[in-house]
């Protein structure tokens, strides 16, 4: 779910920085400024976020095999000056906007930091969130109950916040 969330993030800065219109990257135009984007979306979205080529091409309304051929022919195509320039536009402000994300140091600080906030703690916990923050992680053990509704918490809080994060697995203790 959450590479699906930062590539359509992506396209919505891509359409924003082109001056598109927001979800024009899945229409069935092939108008150059629409191709260019979708390669640009694309591009980022793999060398970037290493997002699945399903998941891209599912956003964008095409063939996965299409996102093969935007990767094979990304280096050929700045020799379009229009190419170029877009592709630079945006790849400037999703830097801008990857550096202002903050990551956590300690695990620690990040669980309390969530349990600050709002996160509580199972004392049934028949299953642990993992959340990874930078190079560090914390637990938070919930009930299978409980699940859905503390993930949707921890990802308010950590987005709410700018902090940069990812959930690497859900597991059932023995």
Do not use: W
């Amino acid at each position: 779910m959450r590479d699906k969330d930062n590539f359509k993030n992506i396209c919505n800065l891509t359409t924003s920085i082109l001056g598109l219109r927001k979800g024009s990257l899945s229409y069935k135009s092939r108008m150059r400024p629409l191709q260019f984007a979708r390669m640009i979306a694309s591009v980022i979205g793999r060398k970037e976020e290493g997002i699945k080529r399903e998941i891209i091409a599912d956003e964008l309304n095409r063939h996965r095999t299409l996102i093969y051929h935007y990767e094979k022919y990304h280096e050929g195509n700045f020799m379009f000056p229009e190419y170029r320039d877009a592709y630079s536009k945006v790849y400037l402000a999703y830097h801008k906007i990857d550096k202002s994300m903050n990551v956590f140091t300690d695990p620690f600080i990040m669980k309390e930091f969530l349990l600050k906030k709002g996160v509580k703690e199972h004392p049934r916990n028949d299953l642990q969130i993992i959340v990874k923050s930078g190079n560090v992680g914390c637990v938070i053990k919930t009930s299978s109950l409980e699940f859905s509704n503390q993930l949707e918490k921890i990802k308010l809080v950590l987005e709410k916040d700018n902090y940069k994060y990812k959930f690497t697995d859900f597991k059932v203790p023995k």
